[in-house]
């Protein structure tokens, strides 16, 4: 990590992280058509939910697929080129995980050390070296990719809690895995691995 003798740039105000994870949640539970978030089927065909559930876990997947790129992209373009104090909260991220973001798009490898500098000119010639890309309106981007992947992370989580109870219920109701599968458009590998959760959660393992 830089040192003393680096000069950092102003820190970068966080988004409401807590907000925008609670109106993604409240979003993901509309879309499902589910009200209350303790109710996990409810009125709803767990068949129907199901579906609904699978369409949010694969759209929140392709949006992290991108959105993930933009925000460490632009992260790493910070860490190196444009210093700042206290990252990691502008980026959402645990000290743990803004380290290993700015590891992997340095060195692709997330559990690499991060390089210990004692000025802001050794600090950019080290990213210059390392290929580091510059992103212009870096803090802009940072912003916005990292609230977007946490709005998409947040909607995830959501689905696949229902998912995930929705294959519990139709396995209870004699629905093999690949019916199950092929219903939700998804892997059946995936199927079995969540009827595995739900059951070792409520200790039927």
């Not at 988004?15 to 209350?36: C, N, T």
């Not at 206290?86 to 490898?109: E, F, H, N, P, Q």
């Not at 909607?155 to 199950?180: C, H, K, N, Q, Y």
Request: proline share 4%.
């Amino acid at each position: 990590m830089p040192k003393a003798g680096v000069t950092y740039g102003p820190r970068i105000k966080a988004p409401d992280y807590e907000q925008i994870a609670h109106d993604a949640e409240q979003q993901a539970l509309r879309d499902l058509g589910v009200e209350r978030p303790e109710n996990l089927i409810g009125k709803a065909r767990p068949e129907e939910l199901l579906v609904r559930a699978a369409e949010i876990v694969q759209q929140a997947d392709a949006e992290l697929a991108l959105t993930l790129e933009e925000r460490d992209a632009a992260l790493t373009h910070l860490w190196f080129y444009d210093p700042r104090r206290g990252l990691a909260g502008t980026a959402g991220l645990s000290t743990m995980g803004y380290r290993a973001a700015i590891a992997y798009v340095a060195y692709g490898d997330r559990k690499h050390s991060l390089p210990e500098t004692r000025s802001n000119e050794e600090l950019a010639r080290i990213g210059e070296q390392l290929g580091i890309k510059r992103v212009e309106n870096a803090e802009a981007k940072l912003l916005k990719a990292a609230a977007m992947v946490c709005a998409a992370r947040a909607r995830r989580d959501v689905a696949v809690r229902f998912m995930r109870e929705s294959v519990f219920a139709l396995s209870e109701a004699g629905w093999t895995p690949e019916r199950i599968a092929e219903r939700a458009g998804v892997d059946r590998d995936l199927i079995y691995q969540q009827r595995r959760t739900v059951r070792r959660s409520r200790g039927l393992l």
